[in-house]
């Protein structure tokens, strides 16, 4: 080492999949700007894998490789973790050894964070060490540091967007190409976008875990995944696609996160958003987060928010901060939890419903609908008549009503005798309410 160089800074990466393979890619090939950004070297001291021969998107130097991921994580010359194996354990217990033992971390795993996040920021303010964990939501989109940092003072009123690449390329397929619902998902399969089983994308566990950082850091709260209201997109029927194109809108899963005097609220499900909202144009696997603030106003972010290379960009983002602060021997900041908002159930929320009601097409029916919307304390917005006789369906938008409120009609309308069937039920968002 040439006088007055630095030690090397020393990294482990446990887990090679998607993530994983493109972090190590990237630590070689940016070997020497990484170096120049951190104000040392940053090198790779080990990999662990769950097997030594399994086939990997990257070629690791040799003698790296280990399927001890705990005696890595814990090794005594290793300075930073990365922990993109994914999942609840043995993630927990590898992050938390790797700062009991005094290295900082950085992971993508938002369902770890979701979960059992403030176990995790304990331990790492217990250590004195950072835990950084941009890739988590929203893959290479900048987005929590703008929420921890950009806009740490202002006050954030409201966080709503796509989180989920999966969803939002098989929901896009469904509007643009008239597909249901599973020969979308299919073709999301064969292109790589959902899991061999994607039950964490379609039910929407993936987009609440999110939904759970997010609000935690817009309204400095602690909220978890079971704090969010979460529906999927499985029941989204080719008939609800083509009811929102009928209205000029578009189906998307969206995270709601909002403050209210009440306290906070996180929500995933899909809604109707008028084509004309700037979500309505996020395509294919792309994700879109939009934030508002008192101060600041609207913001938007877009880009990728899925695949391995997109991840790895905020992986090596995150790292090459936490290098800094350990060079610097500091940290950065930690959990911000101090408001501690009481986080509101679904009912409480505000929503607005979007119901197609297959009716008789007699008279009264009309006034028989309205009244059981009155009859709840929900007033419409508009009610359109599509079809005649043996064809006619009613199409419903209301005005804004506690969840509660709404469904309670949705349940009354079902037991009446000239519906014979409540044909579409979606929230909808992003319109005059
Ligand atoms: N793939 C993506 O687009 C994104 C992924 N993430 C997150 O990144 C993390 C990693 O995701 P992927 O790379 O997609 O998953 P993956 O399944 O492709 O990779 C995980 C790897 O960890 C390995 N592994 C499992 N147990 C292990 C153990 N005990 N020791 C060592 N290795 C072990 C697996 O064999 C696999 O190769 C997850 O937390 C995920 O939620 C976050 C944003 C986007
Ligand atoms: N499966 C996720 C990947 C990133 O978090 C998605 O589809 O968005
Ligand atoms: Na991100």
Known sequence: MSEGAKRPLKVAVLGCGSVGSQVVRLLGEQAGDLEARVGAPVELVGVAVRR????????????????????????????????????????????????????????????????????????????????????????????????????????????????????????????????????????????????????????????????????????????TAADVYREGISEVTAADVASAREMASVVKLLAICELSPQGVSARVHPAMIPRSHPLASVHGAYNAVFVESEAAGQLMFYGPGAGGSPTASAVLGDLVTVARNRLADTRGAGESAYADRAVLPMGETLTRYHVAIDVDDKAGVLAAIAQAFADHGVSLQTVRQQGRGEDAELVVVSHEARDAQLSATVRALRSMEIVREVTSVMRVEGGDE
Do not use: C, W
Request: net charge negative; glycine share 10%; aromatic share 4%.
């Open 52 to 223: 030594l021969d399994g086939p990997r998107d990257v070629e690791v130097p040799d003698g790296l490789l280990t399927t001890d991921a705990l005696g890595l994580a814990t090794r005594d010359d290793v300075d930073l973790v990365v922990e993109v194996i994914g999942g609840i354990e043995p993630a927990r217990s590898l992050i938390l050894g790797a700062l009991e033992n005094g290295a900082s971390v950085v992971t993508a795993n938002k369902a770890l964070l979701a979960e059992d996040g403030p176990t995790l920021f304990e331990a790492a303010a217990k250590a004195g060490r950072d835990l950084y964990y941009e890739a988590a939501v929203a893959g290479a989109i900048p987005i929590l540091r703008p929420l921890r940092e950009s806009l740490a003072g202002d006050k954030v009123t409201r966080v709503l967007g796509i989180v989920n690449g999966t969803t939002n390329f098989i929901l896009d397929k469904m509007d643009t190409s008239g597909a249901g619902f599973s020969e979308a998902l299919e073709e999301a399969q064969e292109l790589g976008y959902a899991e061999a089983d994607p039950t964490a994308d379609v039910e929407g566990f993936d987009a609440a875990a999110k939904a759970a950082i997010l609000a935690s850091l817009a309204f400095h709260s602690r909220v």
